[in-house]
C-alpha cells in the first residue's frame, strides 16, 4: 500500500494513513501530495515537452559517394549548358549515408544516381600563368526550373532526392578550354536555395524520416575528374563560353538538416507514453 499526507500547519507533517490502492508521494518540508494520476500527468507533459523539442531540433545527416564508383562508365556527362549523369539508366553507385561525425556507423546503399543540371557563363577570370578559370551558374536563371539529383534503388522506389536553384561550377583550363578537373557546388543562402526530401524508411539515429524535407542550412558539392572530349582527348574546347560534348569521373558530398515529420512526432511521443504506463504498471 502507498501513503498519502496531510499537512498541519506551514512545514509541518500531519498523521499518514494508508491508502489502498493509491500510490503517492512526500514532497521534502510538507506540500501538496503527488497522487499516482498526478504523476502520470506530470510524465506525460514531460514526454510531450520532450517531442516537441525534438521536433524543433535538427538532425544532420551526410550524403556521399566516390568518385569512380561505376569502373564500367563514366559518373558525367555534358554538351553546351546541359550536365547530366552518364547513363540513360542511372549511374550504378553506392551511397554512404553518416549521422554527421556522430558514433552511429556508417550505412551503405546500391543505388543508381541521376542528375540534371544547366549552367551559364558567368565569366573567364585569368589565373596568371596562361591559365583562366571559367565560372558558370547553375539553374541561376529567374524562368528556369532547379537543377536535380537522386538515388534510386534498385526496384525504381527514390530513396534520397534534391533540388538545387542558384549554384555554382567552375572550371580551370587555357582561355579556350576546360582542364580535366572541375567542381559543380551549392549551399542555402539568401539567393540560392539546396533542398532534400528522404523517401527512405524512419531511421531516427541518422535524423530521417520517411517524407522529410530538409529544413536549415543544406549544401551538395560534386566533382568532375578525369574530364575529356568526344574523342578521349584531356580537357574540352569551348565556343563562346560553352564546351563541346565531354566526360568525366566524378564524386559527391551534401548535408542535410532534416526536421521530423509531425507524424513521425506523434508517434515517437505515442512510444514514449507507453513506456511511460509500463514502467508505472
Do not use: C
Not at 199 to 215: I, R, T, V
Amino acid at each position: 500500500m502507498g501513503v498519502e499526507t496531510s499537512r498541519l500547519g506551514r512545514g509541518g507533517l500531519g498523521s499518514l494513513r494508508s491508502v489502498r490502492g493509491k500510490r503517492s508521494h512526500v514532497r521534502p518540508g510538507g506540500g501538496r501530495a503527488l497522487t499516482g494520476r498526478s504523476v502520470m500527468k506530470t510524465m506525460t507533459i514531460g514526454m510531450i515537452a520532450l517531442v516537441l523539442g525534438a521536433g524543433a531540433a535538427q538532425g544532420v545527416t551526410t550524403f556521399s559517394f566516390a568518385s569512380d564508383s561505376d569502373n564500367t562508365s563514366f559518373t558525367w556527362q555534358g554538351a553546351g549548358n546541359t550536365i547530366q549523369n552518364a547513363n540513360s539508366d542511372g549511374n550504378h553507385l553506392t551511397l554512404v549515408i553518416d549521422d554527421g561525425n556522430g558514433p552511429a556507423p556508417a550505412l551503405t546503399y546500391d543505388v543508381s544516381f541521376f542528375a540534371g543540371f544547366s549552367i551559364a557563363s558567368t565569366g573567364s577570370i585569368p589565373a596568371g600563368g596562361g591559365r583562366f578559370l571559367h565560372t558558370y551558374g547553375v539553374n541561376a536563371s529567374a524562368n528556369e526550373a532547379a537543377g536535380s539529383f537522386e538515388f534510386r534503388l534498385a526496384n525504381g522506389d527514390t530513396l534520397l532526392s534534391a533540388t538545387i536553384v542558384a549554384g555554382s561550377f567552375s572550371a580551370l583550363g587555357t582561355q579556350g578550354a576546360w582542364g580535366t578537373a572541375a567542381g559543380l557546388a551549392a549551399t542555402d543562402n539568401a539567393t540560392a536555395h539546396v533542398e532534400y526530401v528522404w523517401n527512405g524508411p524512419d531511421l531516427p539515429a541518422y535524423g530521417l524520416f520517411h517524407g522529410a524535407h530538409s529544413q536549415g542550412i543544406d549544401d551538395a558539392a560534386f566533382t568532375f575528374t578525369f574530364l575529356q572530349n568526344a574523342a578521349g582527348a584531356p580537357g574540352v574546347g569551348l565556343d563562346g563560353e560553352v564546351p563541346g560534348q565531354w566526360f568525366a569521373e566524378g564524386s559527391y558530398s551534401g548535408t542535410a538538416n532534416f526536421v521530423p515529420a509531425p507524424g513521425a512526432m506523434a508517434l515517437l511521443g505515442l512510444g514514449g507514453l507507453a513506456m511511460a504506463r509500463r514502467r508505472r504498471a
